[in-house]
């Protein structure tokens, strides 16, 4: 599976953001689809994860009530909608996926995009 993540950049704190995730090589429909990211010298984090139907989604408490995954299995595409960013969701976001778990866990996620530069600025 490849992933490719697309739409990162600068943004003022309190603005929105969405990010993209295509995915190929795989039938997306057998995919659980996730958000990650890694802040500078931090650890990878959890941010969000959505259902191979998308009709399940389970968020971080960081951005429980902020950010709104959706996907788009007809575009083989994952969008993650950041909304009164903050700065410390400055990060790498990472796109990840799995087949099909039929859990909310976010755990065993087999396959990475290579990440894609949020910066929120106060």
């Known amino acids: 599976v490849q992933l490719v993540e697309s739409g990162g950049g600068l943004v003022q704190a309190g603005g929105s953001l969405r990010v993209s995730c295509a995915a190929s090589?795989?039938?997306?429909?057998?995919?659980?689809m996730g958000w990650f990211r890694q802040p500078l010298g931090k650890e990878r984090e959890f941010v969000a994860l959505?259902?191979?139907?998308?009709?399940?989604?389970y968020y971080a408490d960081s951005v429980k009530g902020r950010f709104s995954l959706s996907r788009d299995n007809a575009k083989n595409t994952v969008y993650l909608e950041m909304n009164s960013l903050k700065p410390e969701d400055t990060a790498v976001y990472y796109c990840?996926?799995?087949?099909?778990?039929?859990?909310?866990?976010?755990?065993?996620?087999?396959?990475w995009g290579q990440g894609t530069q949020v910066t929120v600025s106060s």
């Open positions: 990840a996926a799995r087949t099909v778990a039929f859990t909310m866990s976010p755990m065993r996620f087999e396959y």
């Open positions: 090589g795989l039938p997306f429909s057998n995919l659980d």
């Open positions: 959505i259902s191979w139907s998308g009709g399940s989604t």
